[in-house]
């Protein structure tokens, strides 16, 4: 089997400024979400719920909350109408929290739902995904991030769990090209046979077709002229997302 040295490089660093910590939008929306549980009676109201009784699309919800979109107008004019928070304050931050009069709720039959945010985005992690020997670069922060078609990113899979990363080598020739971006769904860490997974064995980091079978797992390049299974332990190993996307030059 080829023993070539990993390719690595940082991964650019470019502070995302729509960022939860810099969002106005999202510290309102969580004040908002917290009345609306003291309204009803509970300690907390979890977003799916929330968007339910607001008659929006929950994805509304988690990306004001992250920090990735705003309050939109008509998203304020539900609010007041709904749990009397003022649109003016909502998006502004100016004048009082409360409405002064609250406009009676329309029947639910009447209401117009709020259509999910067009964009999406996944972060770009830091490390170069190698697919030969997949080293990882400890001290470099990912605050990437890269914007995707809501409607198709939905139907990949976990939205708030995508994640973009880059790969080096040619082990997953023909299929993975060196320098290919990959997309994977970080919320999918279960094995699955066949399928092309980010796999972390102590301190590095694989990107490889698995092979799971009564024998055991294995690592498995697509290059199978050059590179030859690997087993690998179930007990070590973390599955850290499946590949659900490629892109690169051509």
Same mark, same amino acid.
């Given at each position: 089997?080829?023993?070539?040295?990993?390719?690595?490089?940082?991964?650019?660093?470019?502070?995302?400024?729509?960022?939860?910590?810099?969002?106005?939008?999202?510290?309102?929306?969580?004040?908002?979400?917290?009345?609306?549980?003291?309204?009803?009676?509970?300690?907390?109201?979890?977003?799916?719920?929330?968007?339910?009784?607001?008659?929006?699309?929950?994805?509304?919800?988690?990306?004001?909350?992250?920090?990735?979109?705003?309050?939109?107008?008509?998203?304020?004019?539900?609010?007041?109408?709904?749990?009397?928070?003022?649109?003016?304050?909502?998006?502004?931050?100016?004048?009082?929290?409360?409405?002064?009069?609250?406009?009676?709720?329309?029947?639910?039959?009447?209401?117009?739902?709020?259509?999910?945010?067009?964009?999406?985005?996944?972060?770009?992690?830091? $490390?170069?995904?190698?697919?030969?020997?997949?080293?990882? !670069? /400890? @001290?470099? &922060?990912? +605050?990437?991030?890269?914007?995707?078609?809501?409607?198709?990113?939905?139907?990949?899979?976990?939205?708030?769990?995508?994640?973009?990363?880059?790969?080096?080598?040619?082990?997953?020739?023909?299929?993975?090209?060196?320098?290919?971006?990959?997309?994977?769904?970080?919320?999918?860490?279960? $094995?699955?046979?066949?399928?092309?997974?980010?796999?972390? !064995? /102590? @301190?590095? &980091?694989? +990107?490889?077709?698995?092979?799971?079978?009564?024998?055991?797992?294995?690592?498995?390049?697509?290059?199978?002229?050059?590179?030859?299974?690997?087993?690998?332990?179930?007990?070590?190993?973390?599955?850290?997302?499946?590949?659900?996307?490629?892109?690169?030059?051509?």
């Amino acid at each position: 089997m080829k023993n070539d040295t990993a390719l690595t490089e940082v991964m650019s660093i470019q502070k995302w400024k729509h960022g939860e910590d810099h969002s106005p939008f999202s510290q309102r929306m969580k004040q908002v979400r917290e009345t609306a549980a003291q309204l009803k009676g509970l300690t907390k109201l979890s977003q799916v719920m929330f968007a339910k009784m607001l008659g929006v699309h929950p994805s509304v919800i988690s990306h004001i909350e992250a920090g990735t979109t705003r309050i939109q107008p008509q998203m304020a004019r539900i609010i007041e109408r709904e749990i009397g928070i003022s649109q003016v304050w909502l998006l502004t931050g100016d004048g009082p929290v409360r409405a002064k009069d609250t406009i009676p709720a329309e029947p639910e039959t009447q209401r117009t739902p709020l259509a999910p945010p067009e964009f999406s985005y996944a972060k770009k992690v830091k $490390p170069i995904l190698s697919a030969e020997t997949g080293r990882l !670069i /400890d @001290d470099e &922060l990912s +605050v990437d991030n890269y914007a995707f078609r809501t409607d198709w990113l939905s139907r990949k899979g976990c939205l708030t769990h995508m994640r973009l990363a880059q790969i080096s080598g040619d082990s997953m020739f023909p299929t993975l090209l060196d320098g290919d971006f990959v997309l994977f769904d970080s919320s999918r860490t279960e $094995p699955l046979d066949g399928k092309i997974m980010v796999v972390g !064995i /102590d @301190d590095l &980091l694989y +990107v490889k077709r698995l092979r799971v079978s009564p024998e055991g797992c294995f690592l498995v390049s697509d290059n199978r002229a050059v590179y030859e299974p690997w087993r690998i332990n179930l007990d070590t190993a973390r599955f850290l997302g499946l590949v659900i996307w490629h892109c690169g030059e051509l």
